[in-house]
């Protein structure tokens, strides 16, 4: 037998996916590790390395910051200035975007899942509610994914950033790596789209099967005992008979979940 509530496991786990997925993507916004620069002159940049994301670009020096505090050297930027390269201009963008569609995602997916436990009508409104939900899952996603893929492609060639002379950093590196923003990037992206897709996939059942299965009169003799001496403990509920076709089986109406009821959704 197929209940309402049934219908929605793999919306569940999406719901989870898409959760952990939103949290990493607000990581990945605030990370600076997104490229990471070896430099050939260590008199201001003391460590040699220098990391910079898509809001600051930091770097340890003992002549900036003294070197007992053991404090990085940071110095923001936004999309105003002129040096900044397209990649991370973009980024600065899409990664706002892409932690609000998720957020927006979250909540109407838990409203979706709100509606399918608690068995509230009508069902089709639970099938926009998801189909919502996964279109901006997957916005959301693809938002993160564009930065990323870009600014790994300028890692793996090497491009420099026309740093201003105040910013102490030079406008190409040595070698360059890929932070620990851009892995938990891809992670992110991956999670929210499977998740987006997760939600695009629910369907109501077409059809819900009633299973009865008749009550032999010794037991039916027993039901009535059990229900006549609980008249003084429980309160009393009102039996009808369901039709001919199911037999003639007595059941009781009392307050339930519809989510957990036989009914058939269109």
């Known amino acids: 037998m197929i209940y309402l509530a049934h219908t929605a496991n793999l919306q569940l786990a999406g719901f989870a996916f898409a959760t952990v997925g939103w949290i990493l993507s607000s990581i990945t916004t605030g990370l600076v590790q997104w490229r990471v620069w070896h430099v050939a002159n260590t008199t201001i940049i003391t460590s040699g390395i220098a990391w910079i994301g898509i ?7 003992d002549i900036l910051i003294s070197s007992n505090l053991k404090t990085m050297y940071c110095q923001e930027f936004s999309v105003q200035d002129s040096f900044v390269p397209r990649e991370i201009f973009v980024a600065q963008g899409l990664m706002l975007v892409a932690v609000i569609l ?28 998801f189909i919502a939900g996964g279109v901006l899952n997957v916005a959301a996603g693809v938002c993160i994914l564009i930065p990323v893929a870009w600014n790994l492609n300028s890692v793996v060639h090497n491009f420099g950033i026309s740093f201003p002379s105040t910013s102490y ?9 890929a932070g620990a923003a851009i892995p ?14 997760f939600f695009l996939c629910y369907k109501l059942p077409a059809k819900c099967v009633l299973k009865v299965h008749p009550v032999s009169t010794e037991e039916g003799d027993i039901s009535d005992a059990w229900s006549t001496s609980s008249k003084h403990t429980f309160p009393s509920k009102s039996c009808t008979s369901v039709d001919s076709s199911l037999n003639h089986m007595p059941y009781c109406n009392g307050i339930s979940n519809d989510a957990f009821e036989l009914n058939e959704y269109l």
Do not use: E, H
Request: hydrophobic share 45%; aromatic share 10%; charged share 10%.
């Open 55 to 61: 809001w600051r670009s930091c770097f340890f020096s």
């Open 102 to 129: 998720g957020f927006i995602g979250k909540v109407t997916t838990a409203c979706a899942l709100k509606n399918v436990y608690q068995g509230i009508p009508p069902g089709a409104q639970i099938v926009k509610w």
């Open 169 to 177: 950093m030079p406008t190409s590196p040595l070698t360059q790596d």
């Open 184 to 197: 938990v990037g891809i992670v992110s992206a991956i999670l929210m789209i499977l998740s987006g897709t």
